[in-house]
């Protein structure tokens, strides 16, 4: 597997997610710089967290017209896999690769912490080395991740089992306390109608080893790893 994480002005976790793809999980990956217009033959795309551009005007606005940008949308559009993760999740939006939108945190105060998600369906590429109802823990940092979408949005995205995690406690219940932005429905993840964009506010990226005081993350690359081996061997 060969992954491409795209490098904008202010991206700051791109070298996490390089981490987890080259040292952790022992395959190959490249940077792609956000001006270029060739994402170097990659097999996945990462849309690293951090803030692009500052975040002016809005997390991921000024970003989703960054030149590699149009390659991004034209690999998703033939049905390339692409993992947005924080500010990578609000740039997808901001290009339609994935519904809604990701706000100010409710609380309108910058979190970092560590959460508890539940996964909600591992019929996915991104999810199948988990099982439905698990609740893994995984570090946020955001400031602007309350995810909103209209009500028939909302309802489209769980009724074709589109949300794939969500805020809940330790005991895996989706509490407004355990909800550490305010989103929707508790939404902490989502993807695409065809299956093959993510986007997530939760850093899996940062939850590859023990040292970093989870490896609930290692699932979600070790399930991309093994879709795409078993789509060598079909």
């Not at 999980?25 to 996945?44: I, M, N, P, S």
């Not at 998600?117 to 698990?134: D, M, N, P």
């Not at 995984?138 to 589109?162: M, N």
Request: proline content about 6%; charged content about 20%; some cysteine.
């Amino acid at each position: 597997m060969k992954a491409g994480i795209i490098r904008f002005p202010g991206s700051n976790c791109d070298e996490d997610a390089y981490r987890a793809v080259a040292d952790v999980l022992g395959q190959e990956a490249v940077y792609c710089w956000h001006k270029d217009h060739d994402l170097q033959g990659v097999d996945l795309v990462i849309l690293p967290g951090g803030f692009s551009y500052g975040d002016y005007l809005r997390p991921g606005a000024i970003a989703r017209f960054s030149p590699i940008m149009r390659e991004v949308v034209a690999f998703a559009n033939r049905g390339g896999p692409v993992l947005g993760i924080c500010n990578g999740f609000q740039i997808a939006c901001e290009a339609g690769l994935l519904p809604g939108a990701l706000l100010r945190n409710a609380s309108l105060r910058f979190v970092s912490a560590p959460v508890n998600l539940r996964v909600e369906s591992i019929a996915t590429r991104f999810t199948s080395q988990y099982h439905v109802g698990q609740v893994i823990r995984v570090p946020i940092a955001h400031g602007d991740g309350r995810y909103t979408a209209d009500p028939d949005t909302l309802a489209r995205l769980e009724g074709e089992g589109h949300v794939v995690f969500r805020y809940v406690n330790a005991l895996g219940e989706a509490t407004d306390a355990a909800n550490p932005n305010g989103s929707e429905r508790h939404i902490a993840g989502i993807v695409n109608h065809t299956g093959n964009v993510l986007g997530m506010m939760p850093h899996p990226e940062r939850a590859m080893e023990s040292a970093l005081g989870s490896t609930d993350g290692l699932p979600l690359f070790a399930s991309i790893l093994e879709s795409m081996l078993s789509a060598v061997s079909a």
